[in-house]
């Protein structure tokens, strides 16, 4: 398949609203899964430090 | 070499060698859908029938069948847990229902909006379309019941057998096309049979499918530690690893 033009490629014979509704959807709920998976990695990693903190451990984990 | 593997089921373990792999598995999804859309977008001929608007397979029949496999995987951990009590197992399920849950969503959006144009349609209750729906809310339903209970090992017992009875709803969603009369067409890929569809439009669902089917695994596996060290916390090894973290 080879597109005429770029503006071809986006209108996708018509069908774009469903055809990029469709993988922007998809890419967007990926995104948004590896968001929350680093967000709930990290709150966890800051009560952990946290609590070590108030238990006199010495090391503080960095905050990546 | 069976010892070896027994190893694995130890949280510790199994949680150093996620930490390796997940990069692993994150690399191979991308540049399997890089490659996959670059076929699905600009190599597939255009549908004599359905025009453009095909394209969305290579969204739609990926995620659908990742939804329907995650559920199968996911009710396998919840046997295994339930039968040899192995904590892992269950919190494997619970890494696994998110991500299925976020397949089968992405199955039923994009199979609306190419039911809209090719049916005329966003929506029938049909048995395949009532089915997948219904799996979506066995997920929802999985995670719920285990929120829902603060005692984590009973919570895993109790949405492990909630998982159990709901894999009854697999094969009904993949047979729902033969066995009732639907809008929805029959598969277009089987073992017993040549593919229905031309080879450049398969080889980019199959990539899709395998892009997905890693990026499952590399999603799950990145859950699974965070809910190991979660779970485990107050173990020694935990305490050591945070400087990791």
């Given at each position: 398949m080879s597109w005429g033009s770029p503006q071809a490629f986006f209108a996708m014979g018509g069908y774009a609203l469903y055809v990029w509704g469709s993988y922007a959807v998809a890419a967007a709920c990926i995104l948004v899964e590896l968001w929350l998976l680093r967000r709930r990695r990290r709150t966890l990693a800051r009560a952990l430090s946290r609590r070590n903190e108030d238990r006199g451990l010495d090391h503080a984990p960095r905050q990546t | 070499m069976r010892l070896k593997v027994w190893r694995y089921a130890s949280p510790p373990a199994f949680y150093r060698l996620a930490g390796k792999l997940v990069p692993w598995f994150l690399a191979l999804a991308a540049m399997l859908a890089a490659a996959g859309l670059y076929i699905g977008l600009f190599v597939a001929p255009t549908d004599f029938q359905q025009g453009e608007s095909y394209r969305i397979i290579f969204i739609h029949v990926p995620a659908a069948w990742m939804s329907m496999f995650i559920y199968v995987v996911m009710a396998f951990w919840c046997a295994m847990g339930l039968v040899f009590n192995t904590r892992l197992s269950f919190m494997m399920a619970l890494a696994l229902a998110p991500t299925g849950a976020m397949f089968t969503f992405i199955a039923l959006w994009s199979g609306a909006l190419w039911g809209k144009?090719?049916?005329?349609?966003?929506?029938?209750?049909d048995a395949r379309l009532t089915s997948e729906l219904i799996l979506l809310f066995l997920y929802i339903g999985f995670l719920s019941l285990h929120a829902a209970i603060d005692d984590a090992r009973r919570a895993d017992r109790a949405a492990a057998l909630l998982a159990l009875v709901g894999v009854i709803n697999v094969p009904i969603i993949y047979f729902s096309v033969q066995w009732w009369s639907t809008l929805h067409q029959g598969a277009?890929?089987?073992?017993?049979r040549a593919p229905t569809m031309a080879a450049t439009m398969l080889v980019g669902m199959l990539i899709m499918s395998l892009a997905a089917w890693m990026y499952a695994i590399g999603a799950s596996l990145m859950r699974v530690r965070t809910i190991i060290l979660e779970r485990e916390?107050?173990?020694?090894w935990v305490r050591e690893q945070e400087a990791a973290l």
């Open positions: - | 144009p090719t049916w005329g349609t966003w929506w029938v209750w277009s890929v089987s073992l017993a916390s107050n173990a020694d």
